[in-house]
């Protein structure tokens, strides 16, 4: 990804973040749970399967989580062993998941942004940000950061594929909305974090795969 091509994104993102957040949220939320509630079991089945497999890759072992010392072993190897600089891909992959978990979550206890399962319930005036109450994790989408930061570097590096790659964040992204877990806004600004991240990190020794997108 270029500088212009990111820049045009965040231009397009965090402005579209803000309208929806005061706007179009909570009305894009009531229609999805009023006419989709029927994709339900499909996506939570996905989901708590995606997640069980998450969770045995972050098991620790000498201390961190598997799939980081897996990826740090391929970045060494590649990097230093086998002098290969593409190896930086493993190291730009670790990073970004590693920093879009931690920032999702930083993010989530300094906004405390109501969920839309209140809206449905409830109720609640206004757009829910720094709510006092339970159930305010709503902003951004701890799921939707997992999984992006997962494959969009690989999607950023592999181009040709893609699509392919991109097909389980997006149905995981899509389902937090089915499910009535999060708003639009809260999906999109964690994949704009994504996306952020990776180029942040793809710069650290700019491969030309993550450039040239």
Not at 3 to 29: G, H, V, W
Request: hydrophobic share 55%.
């Amino acid at each position: 990804m270029t500088l212009r091509q990111f820049l045009l994104f965040t231009a397009i993102s965090l402005p579209a973040c803000a309208l929806l957040i005061l706007f179009l949220d909570q009305p894009l939320a009531g229609f999805i749970h009023g006419h989709f509630t029927w994709a339900t079991p499909f996506f939570a089945a996905l989901t708590a399967t995606a997640d069980r497999i998450h969770e045995a890759l972050m098991t620790h072992l000498l201390g961190l989580p598997i799939i980081f010392l897996a990826l740090g072993l391929a970045f060494a190897i590649g990097r230093y062993a086998l002098k290969r600089r593409g190896a930086t891909l493993f190291l730009v992959l670790l990073l970004t998941h590693e920093f879009s978990m931690v920032l999702a979550n930083v993010l989530k206890g300094a906004v405390h942004r109501l969920r839309p399962e209140v809206q449905f319930g409830a109720g609640y005036t206004g757009t829910g940000l720094w709510a006092e109450t339970p159930h305010n994790d709503s902003f951004p989408s701890y799921h939707t950061a997992v999984y992006f930061s997962l494959f969009w570097p690989l999607a950023v590096a592999f181009p040709k594929y893609r699509v392919p790659l991109l097909v389980l964040p997006a149905f995981i992204a899509l389902g937090r909305l089915v499910l009535g877990a999060h708003y639009l806004s809260d999906v999109w600004f964690s994949l704009w974090l994504v996306v952020a991240l990776t180029f942040l990190f793809g710069r650290l020794d700019k491969p030309r795969q993550l450039e040239q997108v």
